[in-house]
């Protein structure tokens, strides 16, 4: 696909995107470093990461690219390149030089996040090792510049079920992501965000999120080229009802009224990260509710 030159200019600018896909009824969102080439999107990821068997499973997608005040949405649908695998070896040859082009692109364009995984490499877990990688590439189908909301400083803000360290390092990041389906697949929009006695709140800055449908909020905080230090949580559940937007103000110091439509998330399962250790938790609001149903 062909992008305009400001998309173009999003994708080179910024190191980070958000990949969304399908983990069964819920979403999940990652962050992914990336590079645009041959009119595709492409990742690494490993063999043993739940994202390769979900793509597999439902290969409709997202990648969501923030810029600052403008973002880009692509939604298309994901392509797995085994290396070990001799029908992905042909597979790859057959579709022509996409596939070189974009790892070639990859290497380039993330040079320091390459150098800081070889400084990490003699602590890296077996399956994130060199030879257990495989790359994904995301055919777009529909591309959405979008203004992103001046985010404000945020309070601290605590968010549930993940380990005290990663607690502490994304208490005061102002900026979430929240992410729901639409059309069966999914969209990922900025998001302001509170967390008030275990409730979860969510104030999208565009899109409408409905009550009922399954959604994520995610929160993260990226280095600069050590991959080993990148740090996040995906809160994933079910939107319900409205969401407290004075709650959310007061966080973010400014006026109820200048707070977007907020609404409810009923946290189910929350999966986080430091670096390459990877941990999916279920809240005890979660482990009652069941209980109770």
């Known amino acids: 696909m062909r992008l305009s030159r400001e998309a173009h200019s999003i994708l080179g600018r910024a190191q980070i995107g958000m990949l969304a896909l399908r983990a ?7 962050p992914a470093a990336y590079s645009f080439a041959a009119g595709s999107i ?15 499973r439902d290969p409709r997608a997202a990648f969501f690219v923030d810029g600052g005040s403008r973002a880009v949405l692509m939604r298309g649908t994901l392509e797995v390149f085994d290396p070990l695998s001799l029908s992905n070896q042909v597979r790859a ?62 309070q601290a803000a ?35 965000w509170e967390v008030d006695r275990g409730t979860v709140m969510v104030a999208p800055t565009g899109g409408h999120a409905r009550a009922g449908s399954p959604g994520a909020l995610v929160v993260e905080s990226h280095h600069r080229f050590r991959p080993s230090q990148m740090v996040g949580a995906c809160v994933r559940g079910t939107f319900g ?38 941990a999916t938790a279920v809240p005890r609001s979660a482990r009652r509710l069941r209980m109770a149903q």
């Open 158 to 192: 605590r968010v549930p079920a993940v380990p005290a360290e990663v607690s502490r390092r994304l208490a005061g990041v102002p900026r979430g992501y929240a992410c729901w389906f639409e059309g069966g697949a999914p969209v990922i929009r900025p998001a302001l």
């Open 24 to 30: 069964a009824r819920l979403p999940l969102v990652n």
């Open 241 to 278: 009802s409205a969401g407290d937007r004075a709650a959310i103000a007061e966080r973010y110091g400014i006026e109820a009224d200048e707070v977007p439509s907020a609404v409810e998330l009923r946290t189910e399962r929350v999966t986080s990260w430091r670096g390459f250790h990877i």
């Open 93 to 154: 040859a057959l579709g022509g030089p996409g596939l070189y082009l974009g790892m070639a692109g990859y290497a380039l364009r993330n040079v320091p996040f390459v150098t800081g995984y070889l400084l990490d490499i003699a602590r890296l877990p077996r399956e994130w090792m060199p030879y257990n990688r495989i790359v994904l590439q995301l055919h777009p189908n529909d591309v959405e510049i979008i203004d992103v909301w001046p985010f404000p400083p945020a």
């Open 42 to 56: 492409w990742m690494t990821t490993s063999r043993y990461a739940a994202k390769n068997l979900m793509a597999r």
